[in-house]
């Protein structure tokens, strides 16, 4: 009985996982997987492996940081198919040059649910790491140089996401290329603690729902945060520098949360709504733009309270025939060209701020009337405004300006003094 027992035993337990030493020669990688099961690890040696690669069931490919896998052109250079399988320590180049198939230095497709690809370098391919409708998967600590070699517009994306619910996208390094993350027809997605140089947007958001953009670095790029076609979407504790369109675009986005964000030097717009819609802007932190934050066509219902707007050449741009309150129980925003006084010494000035007036809405119509800015009769019509509120023509008024900025607590950034 007790033989039975302990034979019973030993086949109830699984055998431990198997390491393969795989040798640095052609096929050697498809070889060595014809041959390994379930659970085990490859470990790759210094050196070029020449080979394009699909991994179809659970198995760990480590380059151990010294391996680089060369797709020579070829289609995508990895092939992910089969659930739980991760990819780590690897140099990936190579990739083919086909956007129909969207050849990659890393593909996971649908089947390959709970996928890792972790601290690869992947570097002049097409697309580097194409998540296609897998599902749960992670993508982190990898550093993803796209390619120069064609018109922004025409090369492909850092990380590209179709249909690929529950993906985690975080501390990666992307730049060049065209997007730093791409994500079409997706939801509840993490894009978090990444950092974006050199591309078209850093994160550009298509029909995703449900989704969070948190924590990440956009330096130089064409357009900071772009969320179009979206709802519920969390932007939050993210920064923009020296972006030049726009630092946050919301672009028919509606019921979004865009909070503690910090964005300075865009050379248009730190914050663009088009079109959007019971957004909720708060404890966001807008310096130094051409424009503070621009509304237009129909963008309506939205919250905005302490938010900081601090040197920007035009503060708010807003055409409406109403007035729309931008303050919320006794709280408004801080504007730094609103000379304001607090005799209560409770933080809240103790008048109104307006930032636009009827000289504005005619620059914005009419540009050459710039010429006519330091005119007498300019400044007598500014003036008159300010004396009687009753002849601006409506747009945003701020019932309870802040004194001072609000603190923004921004989520630490290895490197971003660099």
């Known amino acids: 009985m007790r033989l039975l027992w302990a034979i019973s035993l ?29 659970g085990d690890v490859l470990r790759l040696r210094p050196g070029t492996y020449r080979e394009t690669v699909e991994l179809d069931y659970p198995v760990t490919l480590d380059g151990q940081g010294h391996a680089i896998l060369d797709g020579q052109e070829q289609g995508s250079v990895v092939t992910v198919t089969g659930a739980d399988v991760t990819v780590t320590g690897i140099t990936v180049i190579g990739s083919g040059s086909d956007h129909e198939e969207i050849d990659s230095g890393i593909k996971l497709t649908k089947t390959a649910e709970r996928a890792v690809v972790r601290g690869n370098v992947l570097e002049g391919n097409l697309y580097g790491i194409d998540i296609h409708g897998a599902r749960d998967a992670l993508v982190a600590a990898n550093r993803i140089t796209g390619r120069t070699d064609r018109r922004m517009n025409t090369r492909g994306n850092g990380v590209y996401v179709w249909n690929a619910p529950g993906a985690v996208v975080e501390d990666n390094d992307i730049r060049l290329g065209r997007d730093g993350i791409f994500v079409n027809s997706s939801k509840k997605n993490i894009f978090r603690y990444n950092t974006f140089r050199d591309l078209r947007f850093a994160v550009h958001y298509m029909y995703a729902n449900q989704s969070e953009v948190s924590g990440n670095v956009s330096i130089g790029n064409d357009l900071g945060y772009a969320v179009m076609f979206s709802k ?88 409406s025939s109403r007035w729309v309150e931008w303050s919320e129980n006794g709280e408004g925003n801080y504007w730094s060209d609103f000379a304001a006084y607090d005799l209560n ?8 701020y307006r930032p636009n007036d009827s000289m504005d809405h005619v620059l914005w119509t009419q540009p050459a009337a710039k010429l006519l800015l330091g005119s007498p009769a300019v400044q007598l019509v500014r003036w008159s405004q300010s004396a009687f509120p009753a002849l601006l023509p409506g747009g945003v008024i701020d019932s309870h300006p802040l004194m001072q900025p609000r603190e923004i607590d921004l989520i630490s950034q290895e490197g971003l003094d660099d």
């Open 10 to 38: 030993v086949l109830a337990t699984p055998l431990s996982a198997a390491e393969w030493d795989v040798p640095v020669r052609p096929g050697a990688i498809a070889e060595t997987l014809a041959r390994a099961a379930e």
């Open 232 to 319: 519920r979407v969390k932007v939050a504790n993210n920064v923009s520098i020296d972006d030049r369109e726009h630092g946050v675009m919301m672009n028919y986005a509606n019921n979004s949360e865009i909070t503690g964000n910090y964005v300075r030097g865009t050379e248009q717009k730190c914050a663009f709504l088009y079109n959007s819609n019971k957004n909720t802007f708060s404890g966001n932190h807008f310096e130094g733009c051409g424009i503070g934050i621009h509304f237009t066509a129909g963008s309506d219902g939205n919250r905005i309270l302490g938010n900081a707007f601090i040197g920007n050449r035009t503060q708010v741009k807003y055409v």
């Open 345 to 352: 010494g409770d933080g809240i000035a103790d008048a109104p």
